[in-house]
């Protein structure tokens, strides 16, 4: 069974920082693409940013040059720096990888999710 843990959400005031963390466990093959994704009340989850399992890196322009996504094979984790937080950061952070993985025997591959973090930035 595959899981995904997240740590590091919280409580900051605009302006500061926070870094997310996100291991994966389980019977894995390889990790694919990486990423974070978040939510508020009554919208849509979105994208905040991705990385390939190269290291290329992608992210959304409302957090460009403030949030910084990277990961480390080795540990089958993936971090989120987010630095010169605002307000409207605030939400539930959710990371995402496609893995692929030992499942009953057989080699599978799937999108998994964690269980979400709360971020709030207060002004």
């Known amino acids: 069974q595959v899981q995904l843990v997240e740590s590091g959400g919280g409580l900051v005031q605009a302006g500061g920082s926070l870094r997310l963390s996100c291991a994966a466990s389980g019977t894995i093959f390889s990790i694919n693409d990486m990423g974070w994704y978040r939510q508020t009340p009554g919208k849509q989850r979105e994208l905040v940013a991705s990385i390939t399992s190269g290291g290329r890196s992608n992210h959304v322009d409302s957090v460009k040059g403030r949030f910084t996504i990277s990961r480390d094979n080795a540990k089958k984790t993936v971090y989120l720096q987010m630095d010169s937080l605002k307000p409207e950061d605030t939400a539930v952070y959710y990371c995402?990888?496609?893995?692929?993985?030992?499942?009953?025997?057989?080699?599978?591959?799937?999108?998994?999710w964690g269980q979400g973090t709360q971020v709030t930035v207060s002004s």
């Open positions: 995402n990888a496609n893995i692929r993985a030992l499942i009953l025997g057989m080699l599978r591959t799937n999108d998994y």
